[in-house]
């Protein structure tokens, strides 16, 4: 079965700098979410998008942007990269029709964003 | 607001013990979804089970076991003749539905030995 794809799987960058990192959601899943967890930490919830419109906020900081495209593949922008942002960013879909599967939300493999 | 507490930071057993990794939930919703995923040193997130709160039925598959209580607001998850393989970080979750953020617990770190 198709699973959810974050690339890349691992990222370096520098202070200051900026990332990108993209996540393909299930096909058929029209509702992306990212979360973000530190070392040691439990995964934060970040921003969710629903058909392309953004439903949902947590605790994303403002120099983090996120948008869904028309396939509803998703990108997190972050940019002035501090090293704080160093953590493992998770993508997860879920399909919003009813039915039993629609609350699971499943999760890519995860990007870990290191930052020095 | 919802919140999720597991008050067991780490567990050492020996192999073949019986654990149970508690979860103590908040929330106003009356309908909610309670999971625990299972994050091995890997990294990835591991599914492990779903409970919708309106179903308070115990479930068990293979060694492990969840057991509901929504009169304490309670979802444990008892691993039965734990195994090596069982070490990881253990988060249990929850969400008010449809296209709804996931709150996470702290995360109880088991550790199993020989």
């Known amino acids: 079965a198709a699973g959810v794809i974050q690339s890349p799987r691992h990222l370096i960058k520098e202070k200051r700098e900026t990332a990108t990192l993209k996540c393909y959601p299930i096909?058929?899943?029209?509702?992306v979410y990212w979360y973000q967890q530190g070392p040691g930490q439990d995964p934060q919830f970040l921003i969710s998008?629903?058909?392309?419109?953004?439903?949902d906020k947590g605790s994303i900081p403002d120099r983090f942007s996120a948008q869904q495209f028309s396939d509803y593949h998703s990108e997190l922008n972050m940019s002035s990269l501090e090293l704080g942002d160093s953590a493992l960013y998770f993508c997860?879909?879920?399909?919003?029709?009813?039915?039993?599967?629609?609350?699971?939300?499943?999760f890519g493999p995860g990007t870990r964003l290191t930052v020095t | 607001a919802q919140k999720v507490t597991q008050a067991q930071t780490e567990i050492s057993v020996v192999e073949k013990e019986d654990v149970t990794l508690d979860c103590v939930y908040e929330?106003?919703?009356?309908?909610?979804?309670l999971f625990w995923y299972k994050q091995p040193p890997s990294g990835e997130l591991v599914f492990l089970i779903r409970?919708?709160?309106?179903?308070?039925q115990n479930e068990i598959s293979g060694r492990y076991s969840w057991n509901f209580q929504k009169s304490t607001s309670s979802f444990n998850f008892t691993i039965t003749a734990s195994q090596v393989v069982d070490s990881a970080v253990y988060f249990c979750?929850?969400?008010?539905?449809?296209?709804?953020?996931?709150?996470f617990g702290t995360g109880t770190r088991l550790q199993v030995t020989l």
């Open positions: 929330t106003r919703d009356t309908t909610y979804y």
């Open positions: 997860a879909s879920s399909p919003t029709i009813p039915g039993l599967e629609f609350s699971r939300q499943y």
């Open positions: 979750a929850l969400n008010g539905g449809t296209a709804s953020k996931l709150t």
């Open positions: 096909p058929r899943h029209d509702t």
């Open positions: 409970r919708n709160s309106f179903d308070e």
């Open positions: 998008f629903y058909e392309k419109m953004q439903s």
